[in-house]
Each structure stands twice: as structure tokens, then as C-alpha cells.
């Protein structure tokens, strides 16, 4: 592997403690035997790519985490490699740092041209980072696609359940036409545009909570569903409305915020009105069922940011 032109960035930085930052950098180099100049050269380079002037003569335990994190990345891009490996490189900073430096390493990777190989259980770091997602059950690659594809176009149960809010439901394709499927909820028939609309029988059926729009309850428009506001979560530019259904399945949908709480108050009863082009069949069986029902996804599969 030491002979590949390929580099690894980890979560726990594994910089060398008694090295300050510039002997840290340039520590590849030097094993490498290259002349002092040239050594000195990469490493003012690799530290302004980071963002990291001023700070060549700090020690580790001198730096904030993010700090410590873009030494380790300069470490890394200061030998030039073809492909740099980043496993869950973020894991350890808190959540501000977090937001900030997945931009920073977007750009980064743009402004060097290397491709990145970038692993991380968080949905949302995954989508928002990579040209391309490999979404990995058990050591097994689901699916693979753009940050668009895999999100709005799952392939399988799995993958819908795993990146974001699913809305996950059993339903039963009772017809299809016109590149739709019919298929039942409860007492309810919904038409649904997208997946496997020629389907029939026994299925799942998955809708993003975004897509979703909650009406009155007297609204009598198709494809809807009737329920009641079950509990409100607030998070600032949106709520997120858990509504219980009649067959006892809840489902959620994220609306904006408007600064009116007694719309969506708990015990309200509502329309959620599920839009065609926003409905997907999964087909339901064996394939692309996760391995352990049990087990929690985030325990259980790794979806890879990949650029190519």
C-alpha cells in the first residue's frame, strides 16, 4: 500500500504531538529525501491551501480541532497524491465546524483536482459533499449516483430508509397506466409517478417529507391522505409535522415556517395531500431489505462521497 500514490486523512488527525506544525507537514517529504528548499517550498504551499498561515511553528495541542484537521489535510495533499482517502474526517469536531469546513473541503478538492474518496455515516455530509454517492449495506454496494439520484430516485428500501426522512409505508399496487401505479393505503387510493409503476401486489411506497403539503381536513382534492397532527417539531426556518394516519402508520412533513403554532397544533386534523411525481414503489421483498430489520441504519452502512 506505501508504494500506491494514495494518501488517508483519519478522524483522529494522527499528528505527531511533538512536532509543531510545519514538522508535521513535512514529514512525507523528508522521508522522500527531498532538498531542504523544496521541502520548505511544499509546506508554505500545502499551509496556504488550508488556510493555516502563521501558525507552521504551533504544536498540536496549541490548535483548535479544525485546526489540527487541515494540518492533517496538508499533511496529505503535500505529497501530491492521485487519491486522497478521508475516513469520517469531520467525526470528531462539533457541529459548526463541521458545516464550515465541508464547504472548505468542497472547494479544496476543486482547487486541487484530486479526486477524494470521502466516508461518512452522515446523510446530510454525504449529499451535500460528493459529485458522486455509494450508498453500502453490510459490505455491499446499494446504489451509486449522483447526490440527486440516490436521494429523489432510491433503488431500493434501504437506501430511501437510510438518506434523510423517508416516509416509508406498505401499500398495495392495485393498477398502473399512463406510467403510473395505483396503489392502496388503508381505505385510500393514491396515484403514484415514479419507481416501479408497473408493480403489483404487496410494495412500499416512499414520499419526502419536503414534498408533502398539509391541508385542511375538509379538502377534498385526490391523492390525499386524512390524519391528525400528532406532535410538532420546531427547528427554526421549518416545522417538522408528524401526522398519524388512520392505518395507524405516521408520516412526516416539513413545512415552512410562518410563525402561526396553532396551525399545525397537536389533535388537529389534516390533509396530507402527496403529490404524484413525489411518490415512489419500491417493490417489497427480499432485494434491497436491510439485513437486520433490528438494527438501526447508521449502525449499519457506510455511504461513500465519491468524486471521479
Not at 51 to 59: I, S, V
Not at 98 to 115: D, F, N, S, W
Not at 120 to 125: G, K, L, V
Request: neutral net charge; proline residues 6%.
Amino acid at each position: 500500500p506505501h508504494k500506491r500514490n494514495v494518501h488517508t486523512v483519519f478522524q483522529n488527525y494522527a499528528l505527531f504531538p511533538h512536532l509543531n506544525v510545519f514538522d508535521n507537514v513535512a514529514f512525507g517529504l523528508r522521508r522522500r529525501k527531498l532538498a531542504k528548499d523544496e521541502v520548505r517550498r511544499r509546506v508554505q504551499e500545502a499551509l496556504a491551501l488550508v488556510e493555516l498561515h502563521g501558525l507552521a511553528n504551533r504544536t498540536p495541542r496549541q490548535l483548535s480541532g479544525g485546526q489540527q484537521q487541515r494540518v492533517a489535510l496538508a499533511r496529505a495533499l503535500v505529497l501530491r497524491p492521485a487519491v486522497l482517502l478521508l475516513d469520517e474526517p469531520l467525526g470528531a469536531l462539533d457541529a459548526k465546524i463541521r458545516k464550515q469546513l465541508r464547504v472548505e473541503l468542497k472547494a479544496l478538492q476543486e482547487e486541487v483536482g484530486i479526486t477524494f474518496i470521502f466516508v461518512t455515516h452522515d446523510q446530510e455530509e454525504a449529499l451535500s459533499m460528493s459529485d458522486r454517492v455509494a450508498v453500502m449495506n453490510a459490505g455491499r454496494v446499494e446504489q451509486v449516483g449522483s447526490p440527486p439520484e440516490v436521494y429523489e430516485d432510491p433503488a431500493t428500501v434501504f437506501v430511501a430508509d437510510f438518506l434523510g426522512v423517508s416516509n416509508l409505508m406498505e401499500a398495495e399496487a392495485v393498477g398502473s397506466g399512463r406510467g403510473e401505479c395505483m396503489v392502496r393505503v388503508g381505505e385510500f387510493v393514491l396515484r403514484a409517478g415514479c419507481g416501479d409503476t408497473a408493480a403489483c401486489g404487496a410494495v412500499k411506497i416512499v414520499a419526502r417529507p419536503e414534498r408533502l403539503e398539509l391541508l385542511s381536513h375538509e379538502d377534498q382534492r385526490e391523492n390525499r391522505l386524512p390524519g391528525m397532527v400528532e406532535r410538532t417539531v420546531y427547528v427554526g426556518a421549518s416545522r417538522q409535522v408528524i401526522v398519524r394516519l388512520p392505518t395507524g402508520a405516521a408520516i412526516q412533513a416539513s413545512v415552512t415556517n410562518t410563525g402561526d403554532a396553532e396551525r399545525y397544533r397537536q389533535g388537529k386534523p389534516v390533509s396530507v395531500y402527496v403529490p404524484p411525481g413525489a411518490l415512489r414503489v419500491l417493490a417489497s421483498g427480499p432485494a434491497g431489505e436491510r439485513s437486520d430489520p433490528a438494527v438501526p441504519a447508521s449502525e449499519h452502512a457506510e455511504p461513500s462521497g465519491v468524486r471521479s
